[in-house]
């Protein structure tokens, strides 16, 4: 089983940046692939970045392309998503999640997560 914590939302002006982390907890961090979501008011859960359970693959939403990285460091057990030329509509909360399945492929549908932080809000203001 793995526990996940998010932090590093807060509120921020358009253009600037913002670092998430998601500590993990529990023994089999390492075999999980784990994705970035995001939820605005009003809207559905929606996939932003995922990484492998190595770190040797990533996968972006096409609005995470070019502005936001995703990495892990396995020996502490975290996973960051670092967010550059925020924009207002990034607004939401963000939530981690670790892969129902160890060692496969990213899937970017929320149904394939099984494990879930309870968010951490970004506010990017104009």
């Known amino acids: 089983q793995v526990q996940l914590v998010e932090s590093g939302g807060g509120l921020v002006q358009a253009g600037g940046y913002l670092q998430l982390s998601c500590l993990a907890s529990g023994r089999t961090f390492s075999a999980y692939n784990i994705g970035w979501f995001r939820q605005a008011p009003g809207k559905e859960r929606v996939f932003v970045a995922g990484?492998?359970?190595?770190?040797?693959?990533?996968y972006y939403a096409d609005s995470a392309k070019g502005r936001f990285t995703i990495s892990r460091d396995n020996a502490r057990s975290t996973v960051y998503l670092q967010m550059n030329s925020l924009k207002p509509e990034d607004t939401a909360v963000y939530y981690c999640?670790?892969?129902?399945?160890?060692?496969?492929?990213?899937?970017?549908?929320?149904?394939?997560?099984?494990?879930w932080g309870q968010g951490t809000q970004v506010t990017v203001s104009s």
């Open positions: 990484i492998g359970w190595n770190g040797d693959s990533t």
């Open positions: 999640a670790a892969e129902r399945v160890p060692y496969g492929p990213i899937d970017p549908g929320p149904t394939a997560y099984n494990y």
